[in-house]
């Protein structure tokens, strides 16, 4: 039997990331704070990696064994990180700065042994370039509202697929985490990929 696997972290597509390459988890949300003065003052890749730990450290498994999978994706252009805008009118103003331009979208992983309370920790970055928008798909795609609460303000795997010109890297990263680094972090708790194809 697989390992019992919590995901710490509320998103949609990370959930469907893991059910379509083997893994069903449990979903148990961390809420930290993500807008502390300590974490604003780190830098993008800096600040992805460290609240992935924070997510996966804040869970309480309620049981002895299993994993914990801790992610966050932060949006980097010009060196600014860019996370969730929240509002219609900084997504607009995001989408703005990145029409026809490339920036890299960070996402930190932390994996957590709960048997063992080891930690394995990875950052994977993948570049992004974003079509040449026009005003009138900006404020189509804002008023769908999905744009206002993913890392970026775009989506590669919804909505916000065509406005994706290109992407160099791991395309899994992109849609919220990286099954080749989840693979890896496995590996170095000793346990392979094929534990969870053989259901």
Not at 43 to 52: D, F, I, M, S, V
Not at 135 to 158: C, H, K, N, R, W
Request: net charge negative.
């Amino acid at each position: 039997m697989p390992p019992h696997v919590i995901l710490a972290s509320a998103s949609p597509a990370r959930h469907t990331l893991l059910l379509r390459s083997g893994i069903t988890p449990e979903i148990i949300v961390s809420g930290i704070d993500e807008e502390t003065p300590e974490l604003l003052a780190l830098g993008p890749k800096e600040l992805a990696y460290e609240l992935a730990l924070r997510k996966a450290s804040a869970i309480d498994p309620g049981r002895g064994d299993g994993f914990i999978i801790g992610c966050d994706s932060v949006f980097e252009l010009d060196g600014v990180a860019y996370g969730k805008p929240g509002t219609p009118e900084v997504a607009k103003e995001r989408l703005q700065q990145m029409s026809g331009r490339t920036g890299t979208l960070h996402t930190g992983h932390a994996l957590i042994n709960i048997a063992t309370g080891k930690v394995e920790r990875a950052l994977t970055s993948t570049d992004v370039t974003i079509v040449n928008m026009s005003e009138a798909e900006m404020d189509a795609y804002i008023a769908t509202g999905e744009p206002l609460q993913v890392a970026g303000s775009f989506t590669i795997d919804s909505l916000g697929g065509p406005l994706v010109a290109s992407i160099h890297g791991d395309p899994s990263n992109v849609e919220g985490l990286s099954l080749p680094t989840l693979r890896e972090l496995f590996a170095r708790h000793g346990l392979g990929w094929e534990t969870f194809l053989a259901q």
